[in-house]
């Protein structure tokens, strides 16, 4: 299953989820009920699982859109199956999500047992479709916890076989799981940030050098101007220009996902085939580039991630500057910027 949450991680749900389904995907993994329904009024019909329990006011719109839910408490399983016989659902999916060392949500190892009955007791409106986990530290290849947590889950399952439960499919492994553990794949596994090119981390480059990023993002120059040695410029008069120089403006800000704190990491853009300094703080819609001596026009090309003639910004390359990740830098790109599924960039259309 592909995981398109935070509205595909900035890529744009709908179309992500549309082009790995028709590139052989079995379904989706969503975070919230709002985002699964999203899918489903599109006219997405495949599986789409919600990774976590819901507050129960949404427990309505999950079955009604036959979303498959995840359980860890036996209160949400009976308020899933309640809702289940309210609408006359027979066998509404749950996967049973067991907590092997993450500590974020999931059951205890020893109340799976209890869960699996639980579900089984609340046939016909519930059926059990799978258990999984979810690995805390499979980006750190060399860690031992992937191993131990692995074997948790391995206990947890021959548990519910030996109680005579079907657990259904089994599934463990995010991106990073994916590809460095191979123990970790088993019936089905929930990519995320490997579907969209981008390594899990920077220490994954090697592993990872087949990747392709789907993603882009390209803006325009739209303003050119000198400004002499002894000047500043932006919020805060915060850099100050020792010789004379052209900056370019680019009309894009934090508030389409470009960190305000970029420029003071050293963040680049390409103009012209050559990486330029971002000066001065970025602004709401807009920041601006130093170009020394080379000049540029109005329209030129800025790209902020992407390649440009020999040149790549990737989102791992913010996100090491910042001391993030690259998830963070392209889930926070914003509804504002228009998103382009043409395939090609803007360079190769010149
Ligand atoms: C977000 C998420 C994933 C996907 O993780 P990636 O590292 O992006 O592949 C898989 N499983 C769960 C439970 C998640 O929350």
């Given at each position: 299953?592909v ?13 992500v989820?549309?082009?790995?389904l ?43 859109h036959?979303l498959?839910?995840?359980a ?20 509404q ?25 639980r579900?089984?007791?609340r ?6 479709g799978g258990?999984f ?5 499979a980006?750190?290849v ?58 899990p981390d ?6 990872c050098a087949?990747?392709?990023p ?20 932006s ?6 220009f020792?010789?004379?120089t ?15 704190r ?14 330029r ?6 602004t ?15 329209g ?5 991630i992407?390649r ?27 509804a ?11 360079s190769d259309?010149?």
């Amino acid at each position: 299953m592909v995981v398109v949450k935070a509205n595909g991680y900035g890529h744009g749900a709908v179309r992500v989820a549309e082009a790995a389904l028709e590139a052989g995907a079995h379904g989706l993994c969503v975070a919230l009920v709002q985002e699964g329904v999203e899918l489903r009024r599109a006219g997405i019909e495949a599986p789409i699982l919600v990774l976590s329990e819901q507050p129960r006011d949404q427990v309505g719109e999950l079955v009604a859109h036959g979303l498959i839910a995840t359980a860890y408490t036996v209160a949400f399983i009976d308020a899933l199956a309640d809702e289940a016989r309210r609408r006359d659902v027979v066998g509404q999916e749950v996967h049973l999500k067991v907590d092997t060392g993450m500590n974020r949500v999931g059951a205890r190892p020893d109340a799976v047992v209890e869960l699996g009955g639980r579900v089984l007791a609340r046939s016909p409106q519930l059926s059990l479709g799978g258990v999984f986990t979810h690995l805390a530290c499979a980006d750190d290849v060399a860690s031992p916890v992937t191993a131990d947590q692995i074997r948790r889950f391995d206990a947890v399952v021959d548990e519910l076989r030996h109680a005579g439960v079907d657990p259904g499919w089994l599934h463990l492994a995010n991106s990073a799981g994916a590809i460095a553990h191979s123990d970790a794949r088993r019936d089905m596994v929930r990519v995320g940030i490997a579907m969209y090119g981008i390594a899990p981390d920077p220490s994954m480059d090697a592993m990872c050098a087949t990747l392709r990023p789907a993603l882009g993002l390209v803006s325009r120059v739209s303003f050119v101007k000198t400004v002499n040695a002894g000047e500043s410029i932006s919020y805060g008069h915060r850099h100050r220009f020792d010789r004379t120089t052209n900056v370019a403006t680019v009309p894009i800000g934090y508030a389409d996902g470009v960190p305000r704190r970029l420029s003071a990491v050293g963040g680049e853009v390409l103009i012209g085939g050559r990486r330029r300094p971002i000066v001065g703080v970025v602004t709401m819609d807009q920041l601006m580039v130093d170009m020394g001596d080379d000049r540029c026009a109005i329209g030129d090309e800025v790209v902020l991630i992407g390649r440009q003639g020999d040149e790549v910004v990737t989102a791992n390359d913010w996100g090491t500057a910042l001391g993030t990740i690259g998830y963070e830098i392209v889930c926070a790109l914003s509804a504002r910027l228009p998103r382009d599924y043409s395939g090609e960039t803007p360079s190769d259309t010149q």
